[in-house]
Nanobody
Framework: QVQLVESGGGLVQPGGSLRLSCVASGFTSDDYVIGWFRQAPGKEREGVSCIRSSDGGTYYADSVKGRFTISKDDAKNTVDLQMNNLKPEDIAVYYC??????????????????????WGQGTQVTVSS
């Protein structure tokens, strides 16, 4: 049974930083895409950043490029999202999610289309002064 457990959300001032962490366990495949998704009030859930387990290939949404960095630690089975220069428009519930890598589907496509098999419970990120 795959489990994804997020931590690290909270309240931060505009321009501040937060680091989200996702502990992943139970995968039976060596090739999957895991990442961070967010849902703001009244908006659809969107892919923020994803990373492929086998080769470290990444995707970032345009809105977070240059500000957010995704990383994985295979020894700890964690995937982190370092979020810098946070803005009010980053306010959302952030979810860790993962799915087996689909053949002929890029990391970007998997992230944008939210082709996930498993979801975490979510963690709130609030940006406010």
């Amino acid at each position: 049974q795959v489990q994804l457990v997020e931590s690290g959300g909270g309240l931060v001032q505009p321009g501040g930083s937060l680091r989200l962490s996702c502990v992943a366990s139970g995968f039976t495949s060596d090739d999957y895409v895991i990442g961070w998704f967010r849902q703001a009030p009244g908006k659809e859930r969107e892919g923020v950043s994803c990373i492929r387990s086998s080769d470290g290939g990444t995707y970032y949404a345009d809105s977070v490029k240059g500000r957010f960095t995704i990383s994985k630690d295979d020894a700890k089975n964690t995937v982190d999202l370092q979020m810098n220069n946070l803005k009010p428009e980053d306010i959302a519930v952030y979810y860790c999610a993962a799915g087996r890598k689909r053949p002929l589907v890029s990391v970007r496509q998997m992230c944008v289309m939210k082709l996930n098999d498993y979801w975490g419970q979510g963690t709130q990120v609030t940006v406010s002064s």
